[in-house]
């Protein structure tokens, strides 16, 4: 905690670093789609590991956010007309806004109870989606055409120029991140999951920081969220099913919660094994479980804990 | 009176699977996602045995006994290695357990969907009070009735139940006690797997066996377990049915707001009774 | 720590590498075919047999097209169009010479979006939304089967040939669906039958007992059950237990065929009527040859969504192969027009003005099968020429 | 020495169901005094500690905090008016420091409208107030080591530490020597009696000899209600205290 160069913080710079270098060194269109993906996901990723790893807080409903956000980025540009900027704000806003909500409601549950209640609010949501708002939605059939940024004359449908962007923007978030737990509101947040009551028995308002705790891990998501909707141009009422949400789950769990690094380095290895897996075998699925749950069982602190050793939070 | 008939069908079939993971709830603290993957290995199983022996009754023994030991295995490698640690890690790893099992089943049986036909006397409607209902659906809400006595009576009432009570309540003072609670857990885990087994068989040849048929029902199950209270045996029992006529009525009435209806009730009990409408005991760990 | 991650670095930079490698070394060397189908999930039944048919068509002309091999990349859409949709942007940008699939309507209509951002002919086999040829449509997209209007056209005639004189109408609840009931609702009336109730259902739903008995206690004598994915076998299944199909002329799109036949069983499915797309038993030399070809690699009769991507797949590889030069817009503007009369269902034309191919349309009815193999046969009740189904191009 | 009350509470119950674990309970504490509550097991002590500290919501009565009624407070408000309080289980952030315990203690109170993005360890006032505090409770040798690797003892001195950060002018002290091996008693003790100069002390305590060493007076509690109140020497002269020890222990909350 000393140190603000923890051993952490330089490992998720270096995985920004190599993401960034990429294009030095293929030119292939297809690597950088892959590249992409896990830049997003790792920006999800982290969004729900600051809620699960940092505040303690177990979602299975982060797909909710993540959904919102996207669709947020769609009505800004397409219906109300705005640029990329705006667009990235309004999503950001919807996330935050649909987690403040969440909170709310879920303000008297906790532990897993309030996962459930995630889950059940990210289902109710999908279903009045995709019944009841289909004019907003497009329904089952989502809405395609979502625009990508336009600025600088720099052609954003460049799948290589897109993947520039997304990589420095998961560069800001994970330094916003960094400081973010480094700062009070941080380490209050750090209080809030090793020992609740305490927090609030020194006199921090815990429902409060519950609600900061969601509210800035649905606005990361929704910027994630956005980030797809703009990379495929496409959004679907699909990315609220709860498989997004469990998704997300494994990846952070998987590369190692409470960390900057291990969130991006399981989003990595799952998009990776995914990839080459399914490139070689047609049960690359099942493998996918074995691998699952071999890490969990031998790497229960995520792949991380082989770069930082034992003392993972220095 | 359709509509009582296919709501407790519902219900039964529901229940045979809440029940079991209710169960491994109440002695684990895991909510297991593998358990609607289980069901449909079940009822691919049942549709093998079906064919191979040519009766329906021995796939209704054979298949939960083939789930039951695979619920052993499964406890004793993925589950028991991972006891201390938190139990998130536990519930990723049955989502791990959720991606083998659907490959297996895609391995052996293939995408095409499969069907088999209960014993012969089951097939087909009968009148009962100037309605025709399916003589299957009769049959399921009778076999669910005997095996929900069963279950409540074993858990309320024997040395077994009592036992399995003791380790989900207080393990370490079980263990005190001289209960191996390892092996309690192992038991119960691989009885949530065979009454999943059992709902797969017996849904066999009411529901198509298909590759998703888990996911389907696994959320209907999640419903009733929070309704009833997780852990709650009793509660599961009347939450099933409360979720079971809910389906049925609500198709006669308002099958577009089935969902939405479903779904608000849940939030609803879980912000204002989060420990179960049936459940007396505080809880909100 | 600098250790490992040097490590990851290589295997990513491998990876990367591996995939440059590929796309580099072919250039205009191979025609390269990206194959989006669902091979896994609810619809993964269809893929596979959408896979199949298609690969016969392309062994059958030697693995060739214009001179060179063709490449044929399978990728699993996971029956999502979310997954649909990064496969599809990834196939693009790995340079391919067209795109073939998917079989839901919602996905295609995706892809199609991008095929025409990156100027990629796009074939289609199954999906039937009307908006693929109609409102959505595009110069790089065709469609080589049928649309839902024609065979809802087929389903209004089938229904006024069976002399009905009430109809309940069991919808699935999306957009689709709900413009269907519409027109159901318009039609039916003007050939004379009554429309005595219509119940939309949510997709998914897991029982669908309660709803057929109101259509049973309904006084209709006849049912259209419009339901899609896994709730067609939910349905019929259930519907079997009160013998539904003994009970009320039960009529659909694509709602029964020898596949279906399976996962539903002989008692649910005996009597269903439904559109078929394609059936093996239609009497062409091209047909022979494609079941023949179609049992001989796969030990089984070759079912709709096979017979209709083997039809589709062949028909534009054929035509590719007229132009005899590698240059996308000339295949395009080949295939528009282009009057196929051997295909495995007869006559097929290309119209130019939407895309769409003008064709038969089949209904048939589930009989029990003969041979006892399978639990049921479909066999042909009625067959509707183009001139019926279509109207003329503006 | 003041007169005026620093907390007190009239006619606080606490009911669980049909179970009443407070029965119309009233007390109040001098500014400056040490008081301690006494009583078998589940006569309603901690319970009592948790409605004066906010944990618990009491069914009935008014608790006030100096002249104020805090009775509706949230706990953490109550934190920020002066009222700190340690639990009878180590309650403390395992995976911080001592350094960061302590620092997070006294974040809420003085330290609450800084920018997001300042960071904690450059923080030189809040270190400051952290170090003056390790002092008191004697944790300077030890302020950079995890909480969690501390002995007990020393981990009663964080938990005793960061009910302090808050500056509080009266400390409730749920059974401060729980735990606390022999060797460390006295320290603890020596502790207690530091912190409590300059604050009011409500503690409830099982060890008598300590309870009998260093409180002002002492309040016995048995069935959820107060049996008597007294200095030491009252209470072990009084014969009912006696017997609620040895005759009615079997009421168990």
Known sequence: ?????????????????????????????????????????????????????????????????????????????????????????????????????????????????????????????????????????????????????????????????????????????????????????????????QNEERARQIGFNTARLRLAVLSISGAYSGLAGALLGALLMYVSPQLLSWKVSGDVLIMALLGGTGTLAGPILGVTLFEL??????????????????????????????VVSLLLGRDKSR | MAIIVVGLSIGMLIFLLAAGLTLIFGMLQVINFAHGALYMLGAYLAYSVAMLTGSFWLTLVIVPLMLLVLGLVIERVTLRPIYDADHVYQVLITFGVVLVIDEVVRFFWGLSGRQFSPAAFLVG??????????????????????????????????????????????PDMAAALGIRVERVRMMVFAAGAGLAGFAGAIAGPMLPIQLQMGNAILLDCFTVIIIGGLGNIRGAIVAAFVVGMSRAVGQQWAAEWVDVFTYSLLVLVLLLKPEGLFSKKERTA | MSFSISRLARQALLAAGLVGACTAAHAQDTFRIAGLVPLSGAFGILGEN????ATIAIEERGGEVLGVPIEVVWDDTETSTQVAIQKATKAMARGVDMIFGEASSTTTLAIMKLAEQRKVPHIVTLSADDRITGADKSRYTFRTSNNVAMEVAALLAFAKNQNLEKMYIVMADYSVGRDLAKILETELPKNGIEVVGTEFVPIGTSDYAI???KALESGADGLSLVVVGADVATSLKQGADVGLGEKMTVMGLMLMDETQGMVVGERGSVGINSTLRYHHTQDSDRNRDFVAAFVEKYGELPNQYAGEAYDGMSWWLDTVDATGVFDKEAWIDAFEGSVRDSSVEGLKVMRACDHQAEQVALFGTAVPDPSGELPIVMEIAESFEAEELFAPCE | MTTSTAISCAGVSVFFDDFRALNKVSIDVKAGQVVALIGPNGAGKTTLLNALSGRLPQTTGRIMLGGTDISRVPVHRRAAMGLGRSFQIINIFPEMTVRENLRL??????????????????????????????????????????????????????????????????LLLDEPLAGVGQAEIDQTVALIERVRHGRTVLLVEHNMDVVMNISDEIIVMINGEILMRGTAAEVQADPRVREAYLGSGDRDA
């Open chain 3, 211 to 213: 709803i057929l008995n």
């Open chain 2, 125 to 170: 409607s009968i009148d009962i009070f100037g309605t025709e209902v399916s003589r299957y659906r009769v049959f399921v809400i009778v076999v669910g009735a005997i095996v929900m006595t069963a279950l409540l009576l074993g858990i309320e009432k024997s040395r077994i139940g009592l036992t399995v009570k003791a380790c989900s309540v207080n």
């Open chain 4, 105 to 170: 203690g006294a974040q809420p109170h003085k330290f609450r409208f800084q920018p997001f993005w300042r960071d904690v360890s450059g923080w030189r006032d809040l270190d400051e107030k952290a170090c003056a505090v390790a002092e008191e409770v004697e944790l300077t040798d030890v302020l950079d080591t995890p909480a969690a690797m501390l002995s007990h003892g020393r981990q009663r001195a964080v938990e005793l530490g960061l009910s302090l950060m808050s500056d509080p002018s009266v």
């Open chain 1, 1 to 193: 905690m000393t140190r603000f160069w923890t051993r952490d913080f330089l490992i998720a710079l270096g995985l920004c670093v190599l993401l960034l270098a990429a294009p030095l060194v293929t030119r292939n269109e297809s690597v950088f789609f892959l590249l992409s993906l896990i830049v997003i996901w790792s920006i999800f990723a982290l969004a729900f590991d600051f809620c699960f790893g940092r505040g303690g807080i177990l979602s299975f409903g982060h797909a909710a956010f993540f959904a919102l956000g996207a669709y947020g980025y769609t009505w800004a540009t397409m219906d109300l007309g705005l640029g990329f900027g705006a667009g990235l704000a309004m999503a950001i806003l919807c996330g935050a806004v649909f987690a403040v909500i969440v909170g709310l409601v879920g303000q008297r549950v906790t532990g897993l109870y309030f996962a459930l209640l995630t889950l059940m609010l990210a289902q109710l949501l999908a279903i009045i989606m995709v019944t009841r708002l289909r004019r907003f939605t497009g329904g089952d059939d989502g809405i395609a055409g979502v625009p990508r940024p336009m600025f600088g004359g720099i052609d954003f449908f460049e799948t290589v120029n897109f993947f520039w962007l997304i990589a420095a923007i998961l560069l800001a978030v994970v330094v916003t991140m960094h400081v973010l737990n480094r700062s009070p509101l941080g380490q209050a947040i750090a209080g809030l999951k």
């Open chain 1, 273 to 302: 094994l995914k990839e080459v897996l399914s490139s070689y075998t047609e049960y690359w699925y099942g493998i996918l479980g074995i691998t699952f749950i071999l890490c969990t069982i031998f790497l229960p602190k995520g």
């Open chain 3, 50 to 53: 959408m896979r199949r048919g």
